[in-house]
């Protein structure tokens, strides 16, 4: 298991900025990548970013330029983010923090949900005005 807690979640106006953060406890030498994922009412979960082991990113088209994924690593204890900026309100889904460890990694692709085995609870973002 790997607990994943995300925070940060909000409702903002579009033009504002977001920061989320997902806690985990895994030790960073274990994990394939790391993502965020997103889902909308009546959508589909759609890959949003994603970090790899090496530091290698991959975001979607929709927010190339405006999101920012990144990690914070501390010895059992680290937190990835994912900075938001200039939101729309296309951007409001339900925003979920996942995880792949090396050891049980199957690849479906990096935005793929299923290549992925461990998830956070979500943090919702809405982007209205």
């Known amino acids: 298991q790997v607990p994943l807690v995300e925070s940060g979640g909000d409702s903002v106006q579009p033009g504002g900025s977001l920061r989320l953060s997902c806690r985990y406890s895994?030790?960073?030498?274990?994990?394939?990548?790391m993502a965020w994922f997103r889902q909308a009412p009546g959508k589909e979960r759609e890959g949003v970013a994603v970090?790899?082991?090496?530091?290698?990113?991959?975001?979607a088209d929709s927010v190339k330029g405006r999101f920012t994924i990144s990690q914070d690593h501390d010895i059992g204890k680290s937190t990835l983010y994912l900075q938001m900026n200039s939101l729309k309100p296309e951007d409001t889904a339900m925003y979920y923090c996942?995880?792949?460890?090396?050891?049980?990694?199957?690849?479906?692709?990096?935005?793929?949900?299923?290549?992925?085995?461990?998830w956070g609870q979500g943090t919702q973002v809405t982007v209205s005005s």
């Open positions: 895994e030790y960073t030498s274990r994990l394939a990548c």
């Open positions: 970090i790899e082991d090496d530091g290698t990113t991959t975001y």
């Open positions: 996942a995880a792949a460890l090396i050891s049980d990694y199957t690849d479906y692709g990096l935005t793929n949900p299923l290549s992925y085995n461990y």
